[in-house]
């Protein structure tokens, strides 16, 4: 049961590190977009 709890906090960690780089990705490529148009 710990075993399966720091798996899954690990997993949680890196998912939620991907999705902040996501979405700067996303947004700088808007902002960069708005700057060309």
Do not use: A
Not at 7 to 32: D, G
């Amino acid at each position: 049961m710990f075993l399966l709890k720091m798996v899954l906090l690990r997993n949680y960690e890196i998912y939620s590190e991907w999705v902040v780089t996501n979405t700067r990705v996303c947004y700088l490529s808007i902002f960069n977009l708005k700057t060309v148009l």
